[in-house]
Nanobody, 125 residues
């Protein structure tokens, strides 16, 4: 059983920055990656970024490339999402997720088994 707790969301103006944190416990040895997803009202949950548990390789969705950075601190069992140059369209509930099992499709929400409850990010214009 994996437990995830997100924090760091809030209200910021366009162009501002936030850093989201996800503290994980009980991670499976077979989990290939942890990721961040987001969901705006009336829209599907979409992939934001992911980082592999073994070597720290990263992948980003096109809309956030060069603006967001995913990282990890193994000693703290924490994954971060640094968000810079925020835009109003980044407004969403952000979720941390852990695959729980091995899957190369870590860009797909369907490959993730464990989810946090989310942290709200609101970007004003």
């Amino acid at each position: 059983q994996v437990q995830l707790v997100e924090s760091g969301g809030g209200l910021v103006e366009a162009g501002g920055s936030l850093r989201l944190s996800c503290v994980a416990s009980g991670r499976s040895r077979s989990s290939y990656a942890m990721g961040w997803f987001r969901q705006a009202p009336g829209k599907e949950r979409e992939f934001v970024a992911a980082i592999t548990n073994r070597d720290g390789s990263t992948k980003y969705a096109v809309p956030v490339k060069s603006r967001f950075t995913i990282s990890r601190d193994n000693a703290k069992n924490t994954v971060y999402l640094q968000m810079d140059s925020l835009k109003p369209e980044d407004t969403a509930m952000y979720y941390c997720a852990d695959q729980g099992t091995y899957s190369l499709a870590y860009f797909s929400s369907g490959s993730y088994e464990y989810w946090g409850q989310g942290t709200q990010v609101t970007v004003s214009s």
